[in-house]
């Protein structure tokens, strides 16, 4: 069974960092694109980030390009998201997803889902 977790969110003031883990069980990271997601109330949710490693794929979002990182740790079965010069439209619930070969850019192409993890920006 797939699993998705997602860990580090928290309360944070402008211009400070989090870093968001997303703990995953069940599937083989190369064989996946894991994408970060946000969804912001009163929104619709937004792709954030994604990782294919074995299409040596990385993309990120125009509006945190230069201030976020995502990277993955295969053993570990890790995929995280460095968040730094936190703004307060950063403010969102943030989800984690695993999409089968390749990342994508809409979220009803991704198979599985965490739970979310609530990052707050905010002074």
């Known amino acids: 069974e797939v699993r998705l977790a997602e860990s580090g969110g928290g309360d944070v003031r402008p211009g400070g960092s989090l870093r968001l883990s997303c703990s995953t069980t069940g599937l083989i990271l190369d064989d996946y694109g894991i994408g970060w997601f946000r969804q912001a109330p009163g929104k619709e949710r937004e792709e954030v980030s994604c990782?294919?490693?074995?299409?040596?794929?990385?993309h990120y979002a125009d509006s945190v390009k230069g201030r976020f990182t995502i990277s993955s740790d295969n053993a570990k079965n890790m995929v995280y998201l460095q968040m730094n010069s936190l703004k307060p439209d950063d403010t969102a619930v943030y989800y984690c997803a695993a999409a089968r070969r390749h990342c994508h850019l809409y979220d009803y192409e991704f198979d599985y889902w965490g739970q979310g993890t609530q990052v707050t920006v905010s002074s």
């Open positions: 990782i294919s490693r074995n299409y040596d794929f990385v």
